[in-house]
């Protein structure tokens, strides 16, 4: 029987706020690993990434699937000695993450939604059930932001297309949501009170100030072109991760959207080939 226990998991696209919500968690009193990936001028706030699963999320996307299959939607679902080691690793680095202190432990890699169904196998082996969040952001911001941080050449709508469908595909939909355009609206204290109400965080008014220094302005500074989005797909989905947020359609709605997103990618991966998945 699984119970529960302490453990936070990111997900969401790069450039969609998954930074942001894991510093606004930690201002909460959420833990989290003294190794983060190093700020960089892509991120020089800081990715908040935990390096040591950063690193192993590289290593086993290095080799299951080939690139080309990975980018179409496809996730680590085979079972061999790279994977099983994988399991194992992570198993003993949570394990130890989530009993050496007290209190909520999480972490985010926008790679992590490749890898769910061996967190799958970490989690039930720790008899965990994990507190899914999912970091979402306009497609058109989001585009805009991925192309100006890495390149014109970037698949950055398949990219937003295929990490916010798995998130919700791989996790059953059972995962709270967050739009980073809402933290720097008037009504962001609203949003972070739903958030902490839902992790079932106290909050004071020293972490609302704290929040406050986080959320600037210049964070949201990215404007779309009129023509950046091409894909209507991206459209019709993130209208339905908002339409659940508000809770105006149903869970099993937004997840024949997001397989509708799902079959999309596979359908148009041909025009980026065996595209990297190295972009945070």
Same mark, same amino acid.
């Given at each position: ?23 606004? +968690?930690v201002?909460m ?38 690139? !080309? ?14 994977t ?16 050496? %202190? ?5 972490? !985010? ?5 490749f ?6 196998q970490?989690?039930?082996?720790? !008899?965990? %059930? ?44 059972e ?20 958030? /902490?109400?839902? +992790? ?10 704290? /929040? #406050?220094?986080?959320? %600037? ?7 779309? #072109? ?7 797909? +991206?459209a019709?989905?993130?209208? !339905? ?13 937004? +997840? ?14 041909? %025009? ?7 972009y945070?």
């Amino acid at each position: 029987m699984r119970v529960e226990k302490p453990i936070i998991v990111v997900l969401g696209s790069g450039r969609s706020g998954t930074s942001l919500l894991m510093q606004l +968690l930690v201002a909460m009193g959420m833990r989290r690993s003294d190794q983060l990936v190093a700020a960089n001028e892509s991120n020089p706030e800081g990715y908040f990434e935990d390096a040591v699963i950063v690193a192993a999320h590289k290593e086993i996307l290095n080799t299951h699937p080939p690139g !080309k299959s990975r980018f179409r939607g496809d996730v680590v679902q085979s079972s061999d000695a790279v994977t099983s080691e994988f399991v194992q690793a992570m198993v003993d680095y949570v394990g130890y993450q989530i009993n050496s %202190k007290s209190g909520i432990w999480g972490f !985010k890699d926008p790679r992590t939604v490749f890898a769910l169904p061996l967190w799958r196998q970490v989690f039930a082996r720790l !008899k965990i %059930k994990p507190t899914y969040l999912l970091a979402v952001r306009s497609p058109e911001a989001t585009v805009a932001s991925m192309r100006h941080a890495y390149s014109k050449q970037n698949p950055a709508e398949l990219n937003w297309l295929v990490r916010n469908s798995l998130a919700i595909t791989e996790t059953n939909a059972e995962v709270y949501i967050t739009n980073y355009d809402n933290w720097f609206t008037q009504n962001w204290k609203s949003e972070l009170a739903k958030l /902490a109400s839902h +992790l079932n965080f106290e909050l004071r008014q020293s972490e609302y100030e704290v /929040a #406050e220094d986080l959320i %600037k302005p210049d964070l949201n500074h990215f404007r779309p #072109e009129s023509d950046k989005i091409a894909d209507p797909q +991206l459209a019709e989905f993130y209208e !339905k991760i908002i339409a659940r947020m508000h809770h105006t359609i149903s869970t099993s709605e937004l +997840l024949a959207s997001a397989n509708r997103a799902k079959a999309h990618v596979e359908s148009h991966s041909h %025009k980026v080939g065996a595209a990297r998945i190295d972009y945070a």
